[in-house]
């Protein structure tokens, strides 16, 4: 039976874009092309050194050498959710220390694991104040984990993680930690700080598509998921046979996708080539641009000095400016994607992100050359050239 043929559309299929959200960012090219390369078995012996390499790789970025490193065939949900449902059982109490978002998610995904959930909520925009966990903690007698994200990504605040891990120890819980935002842009130090489980996300910082969650388990994670009484409500994401798989043994439990994580091995290549040290202080140079130049526009921004996280920058939407009218005129006119607000943001912020392969300084200048040309059609009055003025001082004497 003949077909009429497919009608062409006069949008390409994957337009171009600047991506300056809270993610997915920019791929590497040096990824893509690695990604594109022939296809490999996932129990191939060439793939297996692969998967060796990658662990490797991801030790060095998580700066660890106790730990377990590995890859979750998942995004950074996955991860999460890998951690709660494999080292939490029905009963267990874990606190979670929540001040955005994606804390609310981890809430949502521990009662259903059957856990014994208290959640502690701190103000928005604001790290979790340790004192609070510390009084939550005198009140039981035994708690399994203490849970909270190293970069909020829906706040852009940077959580500072010593005291909450010290506390945690001090009641034998273990430390879970998201790092979907932080890791390969702002120093994560599992071994130092004495994470137990940390995840991240592959289209952030690690400037490779979406699809996977590396993550580190310490030795005292891997005992609990191998003496648990009951198996983790998720085949899937049951850490202990994830961890048969990406271990000594190589033991088979799922499709890996195998051209994502030989695209992830070239990407961590790329941030170790640059070195953490460089790679960490262009994350903090085009930031502190970025927000030179919002401020120079009379851009009020959310996060005090002191707690702000580089990857991430929200800034208060003007009174009276539509939201969505200027994001979708700089993804329409400038083919520069940012991120609305989320939670108690939403509709009161827009998060600018800078993170990975989309931390650049031309992309910088970029934005706020066009947030100069919108706003005023959009109500808001500014003076043009001042952001991109700002932020061009602030990259030279950076």
């Known amino acids: ?26 791929a590497n090219p040096r990824v893509l092309q690695a990604m594109s390369g022939p296809m490999i078995g996932y129990l191939d012996p060439d793939f297996v050194k692969v998967m060796e390499e990658v662990s490797e790789l991801l030790s060095r970025v998580f700066n660890t050498e106790e730990s377990l490193t590995m890859v979750l065939s998942g995004t950074g949900s996955a991860g999460m959710e890998a951690g709660l449902s494999s080292l939490l059982e029905p009963g267990d109490t874990v606190i979670l220390c929540v001040c955005g978002f994606f804390g609310r998610r981890m809430a949502d995904m521990a009662e259903r694991v059957g856990a014994n959930v208290v959640l502690l909520q701190s103000e928005w925009g604001r790290p979790f104040p340790p004192e609070m966990l510390e009084a939550e903690l005198k009140k039981h007698d035994m708690v399994k984990m203490v849970a909270t994200v190293h970069a909020e990504t829906s706040t852009g605040v940077l959580q500072p993680l010593e005291e909450i891990s010290r506390l945690t120890k001090e009641h034998g819980a273990l430390l879970m930690v998201d790092a979907v935002t932080s890791l390969g842009g702002t120093e994560v130090r599992v071994d130092d700080i004495g994470i137990d489980y940390c995840y991240s996300a592959t289209q952030k910082c690690l400037a490779a598509p979406p699809g996977l969650s590396p993550v580190a388990m310490s030795p005292r994670a891997i005992e609990v998921v191998a003496s648990r009484n009951t198996k983790p409500s998720s085949w899937y994401l049951d850490l202990a046979l994830i961890a048969n798989y990406w271990g000594g043994d190589h033991v088979y439990h799922h499709t890996a996708p195998v051209s994502n994580i030989v695209g992830l091995r070239e990407g961590l290549r790329v941030i170790l080539e640059e070195g953490m040290g460089p790679r960490i202080a262009r994350h903090n140079r085009n930031s502190a641009a ?32 539509d939201d969505q009218a200027v994001r979708a005129s700089l993804l329409r006119d400038h083919h520069i994607e940012i991120g609305r607000g989320l939670g108690d943001f939403a509709g009161k912020v827009w998060r600018i992100g800078l993170m990975g392969d989309s931390s650049k300084s031309e992309y910088v200048l970029a934005l706020l050359s066009a947030l100069e040309s919108i706003l005023p059609s959009a109500g808001y009055e500014v003076a043009v050239g001042s952001g991109v003025g700002a932020a061009s001082k602030s990259l030279a004497e950076l």
């Open 290 to 321: 970025l927000r030179a130049g919002l401020e120079a526009l009379g851009l009020q921004l959310v996060v005090s000095p002191e707690h702000r996280l580089d990857q991430i920058t929200p800034v208060w939407i003007p009174e009276g400016i």
């Open 1 to 26: 039976m003949a077909h009429d043929p497919l009608p062409v559309s006069e949008v390409p299929v994957v337009p171009p874009r600047i991506l300056l959200g809270p993610g997915p960012s920019d």
